[in-house]
């Protein structure tokens, strides 16, 4: 089949254009019935080089998927369109210069990145929410902060991004960054003393149409470091949301932006102070529990609604001393379930557990001292096979 036309390289900013169907596929996807379709030339950019398709309608059909397989550019609708009509494509103007204005903006990082470390941008995705970037190797977030400040210097000088077509002679000898090698003609995007690289993507004119770039996360990913940024209108509405965040906790703690951490630490310290002091009290309440068990009796259960694993287990530990049975610690309630930890001094804590399992489904294990898991089952059921 004859290679699709790609407008998107001549004209980026080009947002509708007509076309010829050559073909028009059916398939089924997740059991709906779409259409595959191949134009003679189109303004839709497919998924491709780590960057997720344009979005719009073709013939007023919505465009779900574009792919691209060797050189053939595949438009994955919604409906039908009839082989050799001409149609008209319209582009999600939005979403495709949101996408210029990442895929721009990485280039700026990449390129500052591989200046002044060396480092090669091993993994790239731009997705809808944020923009990836895998680099082999380490950054520290003072030097992220430098690259991302020179990132928004090249921003704001309004460099002109240059395409260019160099012949495998001119290529020879071009400095330029690759993330896989390449067959046929190379196309190189450049950014004047930022960056020199091959790409496949729409990008803006001018650096200043990106508007800013903003790091969003950094973490250590297979020997280097994964970086995440935000450009442009994504990185406005993530910082909407951010404000709206510090806004509602500013008011929830009685604090404006500048003292909202100290807030939130004062309040964090007051919680576990309360939490140490409530599981003391479990402890003591658990004491009072246990001592009015009878020595005497062999086997002695407790349900209760809510106690944490620590005090579950010294509960546990204090009956296995005082009885000759087994003992065990029920939590949680008959609609939600139970959390158990059952032990034995003298017998085998797991037979207990083999009859729950022998009646409902069961998690958990353990050894002949001590069992623990989890059971949905009612209070008195369970105690009804226990005894």
């Known amino acids: 089949?004859?290679?699709?036309?790609?407008?998107?390289?001549?004209?980026?900013?080009?947002?509708?254009?007509?076309?010829?169907?050559?073909?028009?596929?059916?398939?089924?996807?997740?059991?709906?019935?779409?259409?595959?379709?191949?134009?003679?030339?189109?303004?839709?950019?497919?998924?491709?080089?780590?960057?997720?398709?344009?979005?719009?309608?073709?013939?007023?059909?919505?465009?779900?998927?574009?792919?691209?397989?060797?050189?053939?550019?595949?438009?994955?609708?919604?409906?039908?369109?009839?082989?050799?009509?001409?149609?008209?494509?319209?582009?999600?103007?939005?979403?495709?210069?949101?996408?210029?204005?990442?895929?721009?903006?990485?280039?700026?990082?990449?390129?500052?990145?591989?200046?002044?470390?060396?480092?090669?941008?091993?993994?790239?995705?731009l997705s809808d929410q944020v923009v990836t970037m895998d680099f082999n190797g380490m950054i520290t977030p003072e030097e992220a902060a430098e690259i991302e400040y020179a990132a928004n210097q090249a921003i704001i000088s309004n460099l002109e991004i240059q395409v260019s077509y160099p012949s495998k002679e001119e290529l020879a000898v071009l400095d330029y960054r690759s993330k896989i090698e390449i067959d046929g003609q190379v196309r190189i995007i450049t950014i004047p003393n930022v960056d020199v690289c091959a790409c496949c993507a729409p990008h803006v004119k001018r650096t200043g149409e990106i508007g800013m770039l903003k790091i969003v996360s950094m973490q250590n990913y297979k020997g280097g470091i994964r970086i995440s940024i935000l450009c442009g209108f994504r990185a406005l509405e993530d910082f909407r949301k951010k404000t709206e965040v510090v806004t509602v906790l500013s008011k929830s703690f009685s604090a404006n932006q500048d003292t909202l951490i100290e807030a939130v630490d004062k309040?964090?310290?007051a919680n576990q102070m309360l939490k140490t002091e409530l599981i003391d009290a479990k402890h003591e309440y658990m004491e009072v529990k246990l001592a009015s068990i009878p020595a005497e009796q062999e086997n002695a259960y407790l349900f209760e609604t809510d106690l944490d694993a620590q005090v579950m287990r010294n509960a546990v530990n204090t009956l296995v001393t005082r009885h000759a049975g087994i003992s065990g610690i029920f939590t949680g309630s008959d609609e939600e379930g139970y959390r158990f930890i059952i032990g034995s001094g003298n017998a085998d804590a797991r037979v207990a557990l083999n009859l729950l399992k022998e009646k409902w489904e069961v998690r958990g294990g353990g050894s002949p001292a001590m069992v623990q898991g989890s059971i949905m089952a009612k209070k008195d059921e369970i105690m009804s096979v226990l005894k």
């Open 1 to 125: 089949m004859k290679l699709t036309e790609k407008v998107y390289d001549q004209d980026a900013y080009l947002t509708s254009l007509d076309a010829t169907v050559v073909s028009c596929n059916p398939i089924t996807v997740d059991e709906l019935k779409r259409y595959q379709v191949v134009l003679d030339k189109t303004i839709f950019f497919p998924e491709e080089g780590g960057q997720t398709p344009d979005k719009g309608t073709l013939g007023g059909r919505q465009v779900l998927d574009v792919q691209i397989k060797d050189g053939v550019i595949v438009h994955t609708l919604d409906g039908e369109l009839e082989t050799g009509s001409m149609v008209q494509g319209v582009l999600d103007w939005k979403h495709r210069f949101n996408n210029m204005q990442q895929h721009s903006g990485e280039h700026i990082f990449s390129g500052l990145v591989h200046a002044r470390f060396g480092y090669d941008n091993v993994g790239f995705h």
């Open 267 to 269: 309040v964090k310290n």
